[in-house]
């Protein structure tokens, strides 16, 4: 009998190990199936880029294909003379044209409400978290990201957020879209001055936004926003600029608390229908900022930004009449970046505010984003 006992318990103990080890397994081979993937990206971008005597990348023999390329080459070097030209006491590039590097990137969204009788409520999304590799050549970059909250969340779906910027020495253009159907957390609730800190998971939310922004840079000589937040050119003595543009942006917020206990519902505004808050504007604003660079010593570059956005809003604000009113919102920027050599190390944070407010409520929302990277620049010619 006792025999038997022992037996029974150490089956119990292989199935056991042998359910983690399993576990193990499978993640394994998803992260294997990502590396295969980046592997063949990375292999075949150098298999185009790599030089030989019948094919070339090189400007000087791209020129020499004929007329047309002639012209074009001649273009895109009067180009890069006229919006990419800086003071090299300053700035000056980096010498390289193609580096490869590793990005972790992570970013969530926070909604504070602030409603009457001192009522507030905060809610804040999990982070979303990619690590992904990159190669480069000039202004051409292929990579590939593994969204890792999806993965190892289990969840079939996610959070989406899509960016793309262009920065030289004259002006920078970004463009940027964020969306959240999934869910988010109330963090904060209370009324009266007596809020507290609560876990309560929020699936009636369906917010998005996108926007795009171009600005000029009135001291484009001597300071380089793309080498604090791009690592594509060096700072080599600190300087600093400010700048004007435009922002167009609009805004779409969707939250339906009528799930909440009944207790929450109480606290919430009579006015609000059926529990329901939506907010739909497009937004037209004037962008001014400043940013500057602390260059330390030989390697190391700490970079800032900011940016109020003041402008005007129409849309809808939770009424069935559409309104003309003043439109705020905020970007924050802030770097540190290490070069030496052929080997550069970023972490870049932003924060984009925007506030929303009438006689009854006042409205904040944030999108806050992080990234980390590590690279390597080279020549192949």
Not at 5 to 12: D, E, V
Not at 179 to 200: A, C, E, M, Q, W
Not at 281 to 292: F, I, L
């Amino acid at each position: 009998m006792p025999s038997t006992c022992r037996r029974l318990f150490f089956r119990k103990k292989l199935l056991i190990l042998h359910s983690h080890y399993s576990s193990i397994a499978k993640i394994g081979i998803v992260l294997n199936r990502y590396l295969q993937k980046i592997t063949v990206i990375i292999v075949l971008f150098l298999s185009v880029a790599a030089p030989s005597k019948a094919i070339s990348l090189n400007l000087d023999s791209i020129a020499e294909w004929g007329k047309f390329p002639r012209f074009c080459i001649g273009v895109y070097r009067w180009g890069d003379r006229f919006f990419n030209s800086y003071d090299s006491t300053y700035v000056h590039g980096t010498g390289y044209k193609f580096n490869v590097k590793l990005t972790t990137d992570s970013w969530f969204d926070f909604y504070n409400f602030t409603l009457p009788e001192k009522t507030v409520m905060h809610m804040r999304s999990e982070p979303s978290t990619s690590i992904g590799a990159h190669l480069t050549y000039l202004a051409v970059s292929v990579g590939y990201d593994l969204n890792f909250s999806k993965l190892f969340g289990g969840s079939q779906r996610s959070r989406q957020r899509y960016n793309f910027g262009f920065n030289c020495s004259l002006f920078a253009a970004e463009l940027s879209y964020v969306s959240n159907d999934v869910g988010t957390k109330i963090t904060r609730f209370g009324t009266g001055g007596y809020d507290y800190h609560i876990d309560y998971p929020f699936r009636g939310i369906n917010v998005s936004s996108w926007s795009l922004d171009t600005y000029y840079f009135f001291n484009h000589k001597r300071y380089s926003q793309a080498a604090a937040f791009n690592f594509s050119k060096v700072q080599r003595k600190s300087q600093g600029s400010f700048y004007a543009g435009i922002s167009i942006y609009t805004q779409h917020f969707n939250f339906d608390f009528s799930e909440l206990p009944q207790q929450m519902l109480d606290r919430l505004p009579q006015s609000w229908p059926d529990y329901h808050y939506n907010v739909k504007t497009h937004n037209y604003a004037a962008r001014v900022g400043y940013g500057y660079n602390w260059a330390l010593g030989r390697h190391w570059l700490i970079g800032i930004t900011e940016s109020p956005v003041v402008g005007l809003k129409k849309g809808f604000v939770n009424s069935t009449e559409e309104h003309l009113s003043c439109s705020l919102y905020n970007r924050f920027g802030a770097s540190v970046v290490w070069n030496s050599g052929h080997w550069f190390f970023g972490a870049v944070g932003k924060c984009d505010l925007g506030l929303i407010y009438d006689k009854e409520h006042t409205f904040a929302n944030a999108f806050i984003t992080g990234q980390m990277s590590v690279g390597y620049r080279f020549n192949l010619w």
